[in-house]
């Protein structure tokens, strides 16, 4: 994301937008090749019926949601406060994305993973009611930490609470 968001900030002078996104889709193809390299074959997980399809359904709707929040926050942020703005924003979500793997990964280990995905959802809740309720720099950029700082912890933590 943060990447992407370099590009888009970088080109966005240079280029049409219509040619950003096949370029940011192949920067993210790119960037994804040694993970892919990586990938093995896992184990498979018994299902608990009720639990795991309580989980199923939250983990859908946080997908739903994040697609939601990540295209029209910066929709909304570059309309009010110019493209750049928006761009570097993203730049932020991916940044606060990176950290926050490692901080959820280091709080799921002293705190119940159940506990600490309710509370990632909540602040990605504040993370779409701040741009709403400000247009102040400082509500935007807290909503971009926010926002990428609990998308992939609620990623990582769903998984938890459903093996677990």
Known sequence: ???????????????????????????????????ALEIRPGRRVPRRSRTWRALLVAYFLEGLGYIVIGTFSLAAVSAQRGPVTGSAMWIVVGAAAAAA??????????????????????????????????????AVSAAAVLFGGTFVGIVMLAMLVGTG
Do not use: F, H, Y
């Open 101 to 138: 793997s490692v901080l959820w990964a280091v709080a799921a280990r002293r705190w119940s993973p159940a506990l600490l995905l309710a509370i990632a959802l909540v602040a990605q809740c504040v993370s779409a009611a701040l741009p709403a309720s400000s247009d102040a720099v400082w």
């Open 1 to 35: 994301m943060a990447w992407t968001g370099l590009l888009v900030l970088a080109l966005r002078p240079l280029v049409p937008w219509q040619l950003l996104w096949p370029l940011s889709a192949a920067l993210t193809a790119a960037l994804l090749v040694p993970v």
